[in-house]
């Protein structure tokens, strides 16, 4: 919908954005005016423009999310702000340790939680069966990043609640293309990266929402001088209230500034329509890759991929992105497709189809070089 305002690799059908969404064409510009503002201003940049950015951003992701300006920041990683809303929580309720979450969530998130309380992993099937109170967090992922099935907020939330746990969401690979609605979705608190659907570039910051109503009674883990209420008093004393004590320290101004660059191209009803024709297409893509006998995970709602399993993954995934379709792998098995109408076309869709045909049909796949693991997949 949007793909003449990206720069996007020449030649390629940009099919890996659930991992790095592609570079909008304005970022040079909006970066070498950072640039120029720091060699030329240095450090009195921060008071004409950079202290207001984190709040500016923070301000424009919240209202894409349906979440009000006060109960969203815009700070460091997924991973450290996942530690931090845990932290905060398994300190509101004290006599509760315990953190209830599905076995294949993200593994990073798992990491996490197992460093700050037991965790207790079941199958989606089974979660509510496990909600009672001695649980104090319900730990999901809106978007699976494997099968790329969404599970219903809403519902769940509202389980949870009964037995007074309290729901925190990674939305990284729903933010920028489902639709959200914090108000509505039960959330209490959530995290997300922005680096894929929203295009923010290479470890942009994420963000984390908390729900008006816990502000009053939640703890950062991590007192960063950024969320004091006066950081430059430099107080010996932290004094913070409200979403801004889940700042950390000096923001990554280059990566807020792409980030702010790149929202600049979203809107709510972007995000609507985006998800529409989103369907549409793994809807196609589903179809094709049934038709090639491949197993096609998670039929009835998805995000914005599709994945498909074949034991020689790896290798369709190389042998793709040697034929100019850039997708990814996850092992041991599943080859991921993005299918981002921001920036893919029906004609981007049908090239790549073409060439999954092709690369099954001559089984390129086997070729040694497509079977050398990378580091990176
Ligand atoms: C669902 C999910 N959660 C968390 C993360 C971790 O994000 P970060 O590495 O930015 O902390 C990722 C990264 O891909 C992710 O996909």
Same mark, same amino acid.
């Given at each position: 919908?949007?793909?003449?305002?990206?720069?996007?690799?020449?030649?390629?059908?940009?099919?890996?954005?659930?991992?790095?969404?592609?570079?909008?064409?304005?970022?040079?510009?909006?970066?070498?005016?950072?640039?120029?503002?720091?060699?030329?201003?240095?450090?009195?940049?921060?008071?004409?423009?950079?202290?207001?950015?984190?709040?500016?951003?923070?301000?424009?992701?919240?209202?894409?999310?349906?979440?009000?300006?006060?109960?969203?920041?815009?700070?460091?990683?997924?991973?450290?702000?996942?530690?931090?809303?845990?932290?905060?929580?398994?300190?509101?309720?004290?006599?509760?340790?315990?953190?209830?979450?599905?076995?294949?969530?993200?593994?990073?998130?798992?990491?996490?939680?197992?460093?700050?309380?037991?965790?207790?992993?079941?199958?989606?099937?089974?979660?509510?069966?496990?909600?009672?109170?001695?649980?104090?967090?319900?730990?999901?992922?809106?978007?699976?990043?494997?099968?790329?099935?969404?599970?219903?907020?809403?519902?769940?939330?509202?389980?949870?609640?009964?037995?007074?746990?309290?729901?925190?969401?990674?939305?990284?690979?729903?933010?920028?293309?489902?639709?959200?609605?914090?108000?509505?979705?039960?959330?209490?608190?959530?995290?997300?990266?922005?680096?894929?659907?929203?295009?923010?570039?290479?470890?942009?910051?994420?963000?984390?929402?908390?729900?008006?109503?816990?502000?009053?009674?939640?703890?950062?883990?991590?007192?960063?001088?950024?969320?004091?209420?006066?950081?430059?008093?430099?107080?010996?004393?932290?004094?913070?209230?409200?979403?801004?004590?889940?700042?950390?320290?000096?923001?990554?101004?280059?990566?807020? +500034?792409? #980030?702010?660059?790149?929202?600049? /191209?979203?809107? &709510?009803? *972007?995000?609507?329509?985006? $998800?529409?024709? !989103? =369907?549409?297409?793994?809807?196609?893509?589903?179809?094709?890759?049934?038709?090639?006998?491949?197993?096609?995970?998670?039929?009835?709602?998805?995000?914005?991929?599709?994945?498909?399993?074949?034991?020689?993954?790896?290798?369709?995934?190389?042998?793709?992105?040697?034929?100019?379709?850039?997708?990814?792998?996850?092992?041991?098995?599943?080859?991921?497709?993005?299918?981002?109408?921001?920036?893919?076309?029906? +004609?981007? #869709?049908?090239?790549?189809?073409? /060439?999954?045909? &092709?690369? *099954?049909?001559?089984?390129? $796949?086997?070729? !040694? =070089?497509?079977?050398?693991?990378?580091?990176?997949?």
């Amino acid at each position: 919908m949007l793909k003449e305002q990206f720069l996007l690799p020449e030649d390629k059908v940009y099919m890996c954005g659930h991992s790095l969404g592609p570079c909008f064409k304005n970022l040079p510009e909006a970066l070498n005016g950072t640039l120029t503002m720091y060699a030329k201003q240095g450090v009195l940049s921060w008071e004409t423009d950079w202290i207001k950015l984190s709040a500016q951003v923070s301000e424009s992701l919240a209202a894409l999310i349906g979440a009000k300006s006060n109960e969203v920041v815009v700070t460091d990683s997924t991973s450290i702000n996942l530690y931090r809303v845990l932290k905060a929580c398994l300190a509101m309720k004290p006599k509760r340790q315990k953190i209830l979450t599905t076995q294949d969530n993200f593994p990073a998130d798992l990491y996490i939680a197992d460093g700050v309380a037991e965790v207790v992993m079941v199958p989606e099937h089974q979660l509510i069966d496990h909600l009672d109170e001695s649980i104090c967090v319900l730990m999901l992922t809106h978007v699976n990043y494997r099968s790329s099935a969404v599970i219903d907020c809403e519902t769940i939330n509202q389980k949870a609640h009964q037995y007074g746990i309290f729901t925190v969401w990674d939305l990284s690979h729903s933010v920028g293309i489902v639709p959200l609605d914090m108000a509505s979705s039960g959330i209490d608190f959530a995290v997300g990266c922005t680096y894929k659907y929203l295009s923010g570039g290479p470890g942009s910051p994420a963000f984390i929402y908390a729900y008006e109503k816990h502000h009053a009674s939640m703890q950062t883990p991590i007192q960063g001088w950024m969320g004091h209420q006066k950081p430059f008093e430099f107080d010996a004393d932290y004094q913070s209230k409200g979403i801004k004590q889940f700042l950390g320290g000096t923001p990554p101004i280059f990566s807020l +500034q792409a #980030l702010a660059t790149a929202l600049g /191209h979203f809107d &709510a009803g *972007l995000i609507v329509r985006l $998800y529409e024709q !989103a =369907k549409v297409y793994t809807e196609t893509l589903s179809q094709t890759l049934m038709s090639l006998e491949l197993e096609v995970l998670e039929a009835d709602r998805r995000g914005g991929h599709i994945a498909f399993c074949h034991p020689n993954g790896y290798g369709i995934s190389q042998a793709m992105i040697a034929n100019g379709v850039i997708c990814d792998y996850r092992a041991p098995n599943l080859v991921r497709l993005c299918v981002n109408p921001l920036y893919l076309t029906t +004609q981007d #869709l049908d090239a790549c189809i073409h /060439h999954l045909v &092709a690369i *099954l049909y001559h089984k390129y $796949y086997l070729h !040694a =070089k497509f079977n050398t693991r990378k580091e990176v997949t």
